[in-house]
Each structure stands twice: as structure tokens, then as C-alpha cells.
DNA sequence: GAAATAGTGTCTCTCAGACAGTATTTC
DNA sequence: GAAATACTGTCTGAGAGACACTATTTC
């Protein structure tokens, strides 16, 4: 392809926002950067499409780089593609932006392009000094995770493989930062067909009842969905 | 930035999705390519993204070539981007796909690389035949219209500045592909807070009793949600 | 036993769906 | 008047929220 007038040269990157819900936070992956521009900032992790690569394949492969992981764990999504002329000082740079939900994993590795890597939680990330336009790609991403929460199972992807309904009710309440009433979240969840499945096995050792272990289910949607309390989801004119 | 093995150089389209509601048929605008590749087949409209300009700029750049729409009619939003190598035999094209939604327009201008456009209904459309991976776009282009129905006022995008809760009722069951009860949808839209304003005045003319007109209301979620009968939305399951 | 957590049952209110009935126009 | 479309009212059933109550564990 010739750079031309009407066939401008661009840099292709994917940009990772991977979430996960650890201390009762939801908090991302971020990377101090190693290399210029802005060497020694917060950012997203991420780095360039190679030459015959699909963009899903380069996002699995900078999760792994990034957390190790390998098999099909937590949920990789893309999330949208931003590409301002100049939000990259190195030229035209569009990345297209993923959004990881992984469940709560040991301190993550840090990448070739990264002094280090480490969870923050996302309401205590500086946004004002993330490298490029991160910043806004990290909201985009957390609010996505909020909205999907409501109609699909995707908590569960924050949760180990076999997990109890109080651990799916942490992620709800962590992740929308609400409360949310034990025992009618306990009817909703495991009434709501496909969502999960129990193991039926229960956990020990804990304080109180033990409780029962389940697995995700088929559902892909949920219906009726999840209802967000306090914030009765599209009440946002007025 | 240098075309190395780490920073291979792309080309970047946008390629619109852009749907309306005419003849009670959910249509699609579609041209037919003039030059190659695929030259004769019919295809999204779209294009290449210029050196300076924003990905947005760039598809209502597009839209306004293709519909001769310049101010803020209808609705566009960014959809996803689509990058396997091998889509465009070119080279290496990575496309961002937008999703417009718009009023009944007279009959479309063909653009400069195209000899043709035209709308489609969406079920008639010959997917197999499209350019590219158009047909993945067009579905998960159609699939987001759907589904942005039942949680967004974004019906009204498809209605001129002033309608009637009949029209908008058959944009409804037009996209949804659904009846609905005419009674039980103008009590549902007139009390949803902030989907519809009545304007004050009313249609003259037609047959029955007039109606009274509508513009599209602040809202930008609606609550409750409109839900769509016989697939009730997630169960997708069993 | 007390404390803690798991899980069930019951009441009420809201809202979607069904559909009778009324209002206002054209023919 | 009949036919057509617009709109209102009423009933019923499903489900969300509130919360009393029972079950099973650790201490």
C-alpha cells in the first residue's frame, strides 16, 4: 500500500484495559512506561499490531505478555478504536482498545516496554498523568464493564472458576460500588436460567454456613437482567 | 514513524453502516465498488481515513459524500473495527466501522469510487456477495440497531424532527421484525421520562383521528427499558 | 450458647401484556 | 352512519425490593 495523499501510513496498536476485583477494589492493570514518549508515566498496557496478526490475536498476546496467562481465562473483548491525530507524538497512531475482565491473579510481570506493572484501583489512578489518551480509554473500558454487568454473566469472569454467590455478589457490589441485598441477589442469581450452574459441592472452613459452589452457566445474556440499585440505569436526564 | 518489522504500516478505512426505515423495510445503503478490488460487487460505503483527521470526522465526512446529509440529522457512532489480515487484498486495511441511523432519505448520490448506491432492505441483501468482510459488518451493525432499540431512545433517529407514536411504532416493528400493541407502546413511550416531547400540535389529513406530533425527548437511556416481545432479549440459552 | 454467614418464604409495589371501551377523524 | 386510527382505563401475572425467618457452621 503507497502513502499517498489518500492512503496515509498509520501505526496500528492495541491498548488493554484489564480489570480485576481484588481488597474489595476494582482496580486495572497499569505499566510504568520504560521507554519514550512519556517515559516513565502510567499507562494502559499495549504495543503494535506485528505485520500478520489479527487485532483479537495481538490483544491475547499482550494479555499473556503482560499477566502470563495462557489458557481461556476471565473474558477479552474489544472495547473501541481511537485514533486523534495526535494523541501519539511518534505520528499517526490508531490503537483499537480491549477490555480485559480477569479474576484475582498474583502481581503481574512486567512487560519488555515497562519499568513495572501493578493493580491500582481505578477510582485512585491519577487519570490527569496517564500516558496519551488513556485516560478516556480507561473510563470507556470501566464503564462498558459496569453496563455489561447488568445483562450478561460477566461477573463471573472476575470470579475463580468455582465460586460462591457471596464472592459473584462482591463483584457486583465492588465493581457498580453499591450494596446489594444478600438475600433477594441470592433469588435473582440462581433463578436467572443459564447464569450459573451449581458444582454441588460446598465450601469449609469459613465462618458460618458453608456455602455452595458454582460454575458460570451458558447464558450469554441475562434475562431478566441485573438491575443496578440507586442508579436506576438510564435515569440520567432531568 | 518507519515501516520496521515491530511498526508494519497500515491503512486505515471507515466503512458506515448506514440504515434507515422505508416501505416498512429496514434498509441498508449500499454501492456498488467502480474500481477494484472487488469492483462491480456491492459493498458498505466508506473510505480512507485522511492524514489529519478523526476517525469520527472521517465517517461523517463519508455519510455527507454519500447521503448529501451535512447537519446533526440521525444519529452516527463508532461500531467496531475489523483488521484479519487478508481482508483487503491491498495490504494490511483495518477499517472502523460506523453505525448511522437515519430518517427516510430521498434516493442516495453515488460517491466517486462508486457507480451506484442505492438502499437494500437488510433481508434481501445478498450477504454472500458483499465486498470484504461487509457482510460481518452489516450484521453486527444491524444486530447493535436492535439491540440499541430497547435501552436508547435511538428509534427517534430514524423519524423525522416531528412524528407520531404510530411512526414511531413502526420503526419498532419494522427493525424488531415484531407487532406490538399499539395501546400498550403509546402508554409506554408517553410515560417514559424523557423519550418523547409532545410538540402540542397534531397531523391533519390522514385517515382516523390525528395524532398528536412528537420531537425526540432529552433522554439518552431509556428507563425502563422497551422490551422486545417473543425473544426476550437474553435467552439465548438451553 | 452467641455470632456469623447461607438460604427460604412472604408481602407489596411496579410494570408489561391483554384487551374493553371512548374519542375524533375520513368516507 | 361505517371504518379507521388515536387514545384511556382496567385487570392480571411476573418480578424487584424489603425483610422475617430458618439452617448450618465456627468460636
Known amino acids: ?56 490475536d495481538a490483544a491475547a498476546r499482550e494479555l ?8 481461556p481465562v476471565g473474558h477479552l473483548e474489544q472495547l473501541a478504536t481511537y485514533g486523534d491525530p495526535g494523541r501519539d507524538p511518534r505520528g499517526r497512531v490508531v490503537t483499537v ?19 513495572s506493572a501493578e493493580w491500582q484501583p481505578v477510582d485512585r489512578v491519577r487519570t490527569d498523568r496517564l500516558a496519551f489518551d488513556h ?7 470501566v464503564e462498558r464493564a459496569r453496563a455489561k454487568l447488568e445483562y450478561t454473566p460477566l461477573a463471573t469472569a472476575f470470579c475463580p472458576p468455582e465460586f460462591t454467590v457471596a464472592q459473584l455478589r462482591t463483584v457486583y457490589e465492588t465493581v457498580w460500588g453499591t450494596r446489594l441485598d444478600p438475600r433477594n441477589f441470592h433469588r435473582k442469581v440462581t433463578g436467572t436460567p443459564g447464569f450459573v450452574t451449581a458444582v454441588g459441592r460446598a465450601t469449609e472452613g469459613d465462618r458460618g454456613r458453608p456455602a455452595q459452589l458454582f ?10 437482567p441485573m438491575l443496578r440499585p440507586t442508579t436506576p440505569h438510564g435515569r440520567d436526564l432531568r
Not at 485516560?135 to 473500558?141: F, N, Q, S
Open 64 to 71: 499473556a505478555e503482560e499477566t502470563g496467562l495462557t489458557g
Open 135 to 141: 485516560a478516556r480509554i480507561l473510563a470507556d473500558g
Open 97 to 115: 482498545a480491549h477490555l480485559a475482565l480477569l479474576p484475582d491473579l498474583p502481581t503481574p510481570v512486567a512487560g519488555t516496554d515497562a519499568d
Open 1 to 56: 500500500m503507497d502513502p499517498q495523499a489518500d492512503y496515509p501510513p498509520f501505526a496500528v496498536t492495541v491498548d488493554l484495559v484489564v480489570l480485576t476485583v481484588r481488597a474489595d477494589q476494582l482496580s486495572v492493570l497499569l505499566v510504568r512506561r520504560a521507554i519514550p514518549p512519556h517515559r516513565g508515566a502510567w499507562a494502559l498496557p499495549g504495543g503494535f499490531v506485528h505485520a500478520d496478526e489479527k487485532l483479537a
Open 215 to 224: 460454575r458460570r452457566g451458558l447464558a450469554t445474556l441475562l434475562y431478566p
